[in-house]
């Protein structure tokens, strides 16, 4: 959780603000045509990096008392937000254009976690308020 | 597939949270095998059956439309 929100500041404001960490910058000076970095400031790739690995963790960390009925809430939650995923890349293909469609493929490499963890922890919510 | 765990889980004056802890589940994955919302594993089957002393074809029954599926 702790990488997912350190990585996740990081990147909105290196998204939105520009900001970058100077211990990060990188200059190559390589004639290699194939591998040439250039100058680079690597704190997106780290921001984004701590986000994926973060949201990872929080999908596949077992709840406690896991059992087959919730490892198949899993199964389907993963299945549904592949599912909706798509269905939202398809609209934004045919809705928005330039800048804002790659905001919108940034998101979509975030989607996919983000909408399982929604539909999982809603699921086990309300599983949770069923009375005997 | 219609169930008979409930009747026989009062028969055997088990609460879903006390049948639960002896077959290792949550006391929500009873509550979804009682309401037919979910058709346990062959193991969760034969581990209710074995709690409740019974024979599987006494808890689950299989109906006519289970063979359409």
Redesign the interface.
């Known amino acids: 959780m702790l990488l997912f929100l350190i990585g996740g500041v990081a990147g909105i404001l290196n998204f939105y603000g520009s900001w970058e960490w100077d211990l990060l910058d990188y200059s190559s000076s390589s004639e290699n045509t194939l591998v040439n970095l250039g100058d680079q400031n690597f704190t997106n790739e780290l921001a984004l990096s701590f986000v994926l690995i973060g949201l990872l963790i929080l999908c596949f960390t077992k709840v406690p008392h896991e059992d087959e009925y919730v490892f198949r809430h899993r199964l389907l939650s993963w299945q549904w937000s592949v599912l909706i995923n798509y269905i939202l890349l398809f609209i934004a293909n045919w809705t928005l254009y330039e800048g804002a469609f790659f905001s919108v493929m940034l998101f979509g490499m975030l989607s996919v976690p983000m909408i399982f963890l929604i539909r999982f922890y809603f699921v086990l919510f309300s599983m949770h308020n069923h009375e005997e | 597939m219609k169930n008979k765990v409930k009747p026989y889980r009062q028969l055997a004056e088990l ?3 006390e049948l639960a802890e002896k077959i ?6 009873i ?2 095998i009682e309401k037919g919302q ?1 058709n ?2 062959i193991l ?1 089957v034969l581990k209710i059956a074995s709690v409740l002393d019974k024979e599987v074809e006494e808890l689950f029954l299989i109906e006519e439309r289970d063979w359409l599926d």
């Not at chain 2, 290792?24 to 994955?29: A, E, H, K, L, N």
């Open positions: 609460t879903q949270a290792g589940v949550s006391r929500q994955t509550h979804a979910y346990p594993s969760l």
